[in-house]
């Protein structure tokens, strides 16, 4: 069994930071590859970010610059996003993601940009 559990979604307005958590555990752990997806309103879920063990981060273009993922903690199981200058098109429900032989979820944590 492994779980994801997520943490750190807010209402922040336009030009804001936050700090989003996932702190994974389980078999499956360590795991090659953890990152976030997001899910705004009325849109289908994207690619954010994302880390491998070694610490090799990818960003999708629209957060390039502004987000930083890092990776830590016991056999790298917790991931931390930082983002910074938010816009409201930021705005959704951020889903942990971690990616090995099997693919997991968490269960999301909103984060809101006023403008």
Known sequence: QVQLVESGGDLVQAGGSLRLSCVGSGIAFPIPTMGWY???PGKE???VA???RG???RYAD???GRFTLSRAGVDNNTVY???NSLKPDDTGVYYCNA???SQFW???TQVTVSS
């Open 62 to 64: 629209s957060v390039k």
């Open 45 to 47: 879920r994207e690619f």
């Open 38 to 40: 997001r899910q705004g």
């Open 81 to 83: 996003l930082r983002m």
């Open 50 to 52: 994302s880390i491998t």
């Open 99 to 101: 990616l090995g032989a």
């Open 106 to 108: 968490g269960q999301g």
């Open 55 to 57: 610490g090799t981060a």
